[in-house]
């Protein structure tokens, strides 16, 4: 990581995205004068499975991804983080080593806040506790989306609908490539495969008509086939 531009909380329209909303200008206040911001590079950990963190991170740009590492030594990405949202937050309010790993998919900016700060508000302001339950209920429900996911839906129904994930999420290029590039090995810890077949399947697809590719860049040329995958037909 390197030190990045130093912002204000109370000015920062990304809190808009999480629990910190919730907070005071008081707090917030205090939030500003205890982070520091950092500049991750593509590629770098945020923190790693297993690591006492020491507070939370806050995403001001850039997208990283969550993983966990299987028994059989894969990483399964479990989420893709994006502007807004709160790195490891649960382990800092149950006070628990980390069990997920963040790493920089793209250049990110991230705020690093104090567990301090936060554990503080938390226990002063009712309001900032309950946003803060809420986010992490939305991530208990995703995570709950992916176990279904894997247990309910094929691997080419699963990557065909990782690439709808991604244009709905992160948008296309001018050339409608879709704008967050993935490599194939991320693509296929995503939707829980063995790179092999997710190359295979990709390559299925482009022969199909439904994608077409530039190196890692991936575009959905015809919808309604690929959806036609994710439902099964």
């Known amino acids: 990581m390197e030190d990045g531009i130093p912002t204000r909380c109370e000015q920062c329209i990304v809190r808009q995205f999480n629990s910190l909303r919730a907070m005071s200008k008081e707090e917030l206040r205090r939030v500003s004068e205890s982070k520091t911001t950092k500049l991750v590079k593509k590629g770098d950990s945020i923190f790693k499975e297993g690591e006492k963190l020491k507070g939370v991170y806050c995403v001001r740009g850039g997208v990283s991804k969550l993983s966990k590492l299987s028994a059989n030594g894969k990483d399964q990405i479990v989420k893709l983080a994006t502007k807004g949202e709160v790195l490891g937050q649960r382990s800092v309010i149950v006070d628990e080593n980390t069990n997920l790993s963040a790493t920089a998919v793209d250049d990110m900016e991230v705020c690093f806040i104090p567990k301090e700060t936060i554990v503080n508000s938390l226990n002063s302001n009712p309001d900032f506790a309950v946003e803060m339950l809420r986010h992490m209920a939305h991530d208990l429900k995703e995570a ?14 699963r990557i065909a609908e990782a690439f709808f994930y991604l244009k709905a999420n992160f948008g296309e290029d001018k050339d409608g490539f879709l704008l967050l590039k993935l490599s194939r090995e991320d693509i296929a810890n995503v939707v829980g495969t063995a790179t092999e077949s997710c190359i295979r399947i990709i390559s299925e697809f482009k022969k199909k008509g439904y994608l077409k590719t530039s ?16 439902d099964g037909f």
Do not use: P
């Not at 709950?144 to 129904?157: F, P």
């Not at 015809?222 to 994710?230: K, Y």
């Open 215 to 230: 190196g890692k860049k991936v575009a959905i040329i015809d919808e309604e086939g690929l959806r036609n995958v994710v």
């Open 144 to 157: 709950d989306d992916v176990i279904v996911n894997m247990g309910q839906k094929t691997v080419k129904q």
